[in-house]
């Protein structure tokens, strides 16, 4: 099969056929960096724009090692050093990078829809880095792979996810993604995080975390920002943490084969305690290191298909 | 001057309707007569033939923003004068959001000079409720009215201060100024940039809640009610506040509302593409809203249907879709996307025509009527013309319209001004 996609902007639009060849292909691309030498030549010559308007430690890492192991050249944005403190707009800056001829600009900011925007401007590939509470579909794509690597299969599984959905991207991402492989999918989180109509994305809701846990192959736990306080959404942490976190107590009563999971930054002894979290059944940093196989993938997939094949 | 409008078929709800011809003399209307089959009718320097068409009292938009003063640069008075005679509205309500606030005699009249120096449609100004619509100070109400603002609004947000709406409804009772409530609880709405629901949780964006508008709603019906003064509605976009406003209506509450064109047309599903020029305030709601909206047209719930013309620019609206301005125009798409009502059966011609100038005009006290002795404002419409919508062509400076180049039926093909004709396309 051909990847034949400009850009990687969300799960919604990717097929299941293109989502197996990205964990295939990241599959091969792992051994990679286990190489006492981690470069291949297969993206020489190649451009990769890191703009990130919003923080980020992984992610940016995350693709700014994937693009060099396969040899590509990066440049790294962040929007505090940027034109935009000088009032350019997104529209702008996306002329001007385009102007300079990279061919991936991977793209985080805190508006969502800001990558579909890029991507109608540039003829480089857009990759989204993770856009507003919209979508983070290399996150959901290395929770997949994490997944399948530990399981051997994604069809069938009973997936949770646990936390504030309502403002995690990571969460929508993984709901239409894992969906879409055939998991079942439960959301649990009190009401305050539930976003309305949350079940159109084809996923179960409940408020009990054991109810979630109970028959989970998979507990994935989002991070809880605490400023979401101020809107209300929980009294204190403490509180959050005690009916909302999860512990060895609460784990007690899931499956024994359990994964846990969660996209970082954690916040220890607030969703997880940090015996989960440095556990046995802990995966967060199996996610990270596939983080950059999925990464290699995608960079590979979107310059070396169809699109981008060289005239030699 | 004397014009004739022969073969038309005239309808003013309520008043006449037939096939009539109507005689214009100077900027007044001096004689109807049914159709003259025998002779030619009486005589005129202008034979304007209106067969096939309808003839009805010019239409009047409540709920329109020109830029003018301070954001000339969106839409002047000018240019949002002559996007109304080509929707076919005679007249219209300019909201106070300018820059400065209408909140004074001053800018009043300053509006008035430069729509008189415009000269195709009518302006009647809205002047602001507080001073700087800032819900601190009401505005000097008398002088406002004596310089010629027609109603008051803070329109944009909300009266944040209950008791200063309270006092404003029983002072500006006394000048018979209408007060006009842009309904909605600014901390429900939150940070809010679309609905509430489905849509928005799969777009990822910040939803503002039904109840945002209707809690609103329900306080100013109160305060409504309770002092007894004329309130009107502006923008209605829920089922909710439908209910509510037919519930206080029935009640013998002196509560009048108006929607928009868009929140019968569309629903949330047109933001999908993050389209900013489906961005407003209220936001596009849901199917189900969207139908308790023609219900309430219907059923007399909801009185008018205004616009909320709001010129933005590309500066505003070609960004990220939570960063852009809020507003689409209006002026030039009302009158196909309100005849889609009649279409539909969902509304009779005379009902659309009262709520798009019967009413409105018995709001703010400026009736157009097909009658001997009137003002000569009437509009021609075609209900069978085709055609393109197409923004780039728009008299209107701006562009912001979710409608360009839809495919509609039904067209203003004459707008006459005080005996003047200001657009045709007969």
């Known amino acids: 099969m051909q990847f034949n996609k400009k850009d990687i902007l969300d799960m919604a639009s990717l097929s299941v056929e293109e989502i197996n060849l990205i964990l295939d292909t990241a599959d091969q691309m792992k051994e990679i960096s286990t190489r006492p030498i981690k470069k291949v030549p297969t993206l020489r010559g190649k451009t990769v724009i890191l703009f990130f308007y919003e923080p980020s430690t992984r992610t940016r890492t995350s693709f700014d090692i994937a693009a060099k192991r396969l040899s590509a050249d990066t440049h790294s944005i962040s929007a505090s050093t940027s034109s935009i403190v000088k009032g350019e707009t997104l529209i702008d800056t996306a002329k001007n990078l385009e102007a300079m001829r990279p061919d991936v600009i991977v793209i985080r900011h805190s508006s969502a829809g800001a990558p579909h925007l890029m991507a109608q401007l540039v003829d480089a590939s857009i990759i989204n880095g993770g856009d507003g509470m919209h979508a983070h579909p290399t996150q959901a794509l290395l929770d997949m792979m994490t997944v399948r690597e530990h399981?051997?299969?994604?069809?069938g599984l009973r997936i949770a996810i646990v936390g504030d959905i309502a403002h995690s991207r990571v969460a929508r991402s993984n709901c239409i993604g894992f969906t879409k492989m055939g998991a079942d999918v439960m959301v649990a989180g009190p009401p305050t995080m539930m976003p309305m109509g949350i079940e159109t994305l084809g996923v179960s809701v409940t408020h009990d975390i054991d109810e979630a846990i109970r028959n989970a192959d998979v507990v994935m736990m989002l991070r809880?920002?605490?400023?979401?306080?101020?809107s209300f959404l929980f009294p204190t942490l403490r509180e959050y943490s005690i009916t909302y976190g999860?512990?060895?107590?609460?784990?007690?009563?899931?499956?024994?084969?359990?994964?846990i999971m969660h996209p970082g930054p954690i916040n220890r002894g607030v969703e997880i305690s940090p015996e989960v979290a440095d556990g046995p059944f802990s995966l967060i940093l199996d996610q990270v290191t596939n983080g950059v196989a999925v990464r290699m993938a995608l960079l590979y997939l979107v310059l070396g298909g169809a699109r981008n094949a060289d005239p030699d | 001057m004397r014009i004739l409008i022969k073969n038309g078929n005239v309808i003013d709800p309520g008043n006449i309707e037939g096939e009539m011809d109507i005689l214009i003399e100077d900027n007044k209307i001096t004689e109807i007569h049914p159709r003259h089959t025998a002779s030619d009718g009486p005589a005129a320097d202008t034979v304007i033939d209106a067969s096939g068409k309808v003839v009805v009292p010019g239409l009047i938009d409540m709920h329109v923003h020109l830029r003018e003063p301070g954001l000339e640069y969106k839409e002047t008075i000018e240019s949002g004068c002559l996007a109304a005679a080509y929707g076919g509205f005679t007249a219209i309500c300019t909201m106070p959001n300018t820059n400065p606030i209408n909140d004074n005699a001053?800018?009043?009249?300053?509006?008035?000079?430069?729509?008189?120096?415009?000269?195709t449609a009518l302006v009647y100004p809205v002047a602001a409720i507080s001073v700087g619509s800032q819900s601190?100070?009401?505005?000097?109400?008398?002088?406002?009215?004596?310089?010629?603002?027609?109603?008051?609004?803070?329109?944009?947000?909300?009266?944040?201060?209950s008791e200063l709406l309270r006092r404003s409804l029983e002072y500006a009772g006394t000048f018979n100024l209408p007060i006009i409530s842009h309904c909605e609880d600014i901390a429900l709405a939150a940070r809010g940039v679309m609905n509430e629901g489905a849509v928005a949780t799969q777009m990822g964006l910040a939803g503002s809640p039904n109840i945002a508008e209707s809690i609103?709603?329900?306080?100013?019906?109160?305060?409504?009610?309770?002092?007894?003064?004329?309130?009107?509605?502006?923008?209605?976009?829920?089922?909710?506040?439908?209910?509510?406003?037919?519930?206080?209506?029935?009640?013998?509450?002196?509560?009048?509302?108006e929607t928009a064109p868009h929140y019968f047309t569309l629903t949330d599903e047109a933001v999908r593409s993050y389209n900013t020029n489906a961005k407003m305030n209220p936001p596009l709601r849901s199917e189900k809203d969207r139908q308790a909206i023609i219900q309430g047209l219907s059923d007399g719930t909801i009185d008018v249907i205004a616009t909320d013309h709001a010129p933005q620019t590309c500066i505003e609206k070609e960004m990220e879709f939570d960063m852009a301005a809020n507003g689409i125009i209006g002026l030039e798409t009302s009158v196909p996307l309100s005849l889609r009502l009649v279409d539909q059966g969902a509304l009779s011609l005379s009902q659309l025509i009262e709520k798009m100038s019967i009413n409105p005009g018995r709001i703010i006290d400026r009736m157009n009527r097909i009658q001997t002795g009137y003002d000569a404002n009437l509009t021609i419409l075609d209900l069978e013309k085709t055609f393109t919508v197409k923004a780039d062509q728009f008299k209107s400076m701006s562009r912001n319209t979710p409608f360009d180049n839809w495919e509609v039926k039904g067209k203003a093909v004459l707008t006459m001004v005080n005996g003047k004709i200001v657009f045709e396309d007969l």
Do not use: W
């Not at chain 1, 809880?224 to 101020?230: A, H, L, P, S, T």
């Open chain 2, 216 to 257: 609103g709603v329900m306080r100013d019906i109160a305060i409504c009610e309770f002092t007894g003064s004329p309130l009107h509605i502006a923008h209605v976009s829920t089922s909710e506040s439908v209910h509510v406003i037919r519930e206080a209506k029935s009640r013998g509450v002196p509560v009048t509302a």
């Open chain 2, 136 to 161: 601190k100070n009401l505005c000097e109400y008398a002088e406002l009215k004596e310089a010629g603002a027609v109603a008051l609004s803070d329109d944009g947000g909300p009266v944040t201060n």
């Open chain 1, 246 to 259: 999860l512990n060895t107590k609460r784990l007690k009563n899931a499956k024994k084969e359990v994964m």
């Open chain 1, 224 to 230: 809880i920002q605490r400023e979401r306080q101020e």
């Open chain 2, 106 to 119: 001053q800018v009043t009249r300053y509006i008035l000079k430069k729509a008189e120096m415009a000269d």
């Open chain 1, 151 to 155: 399981k051997g299969r994604i069809d």
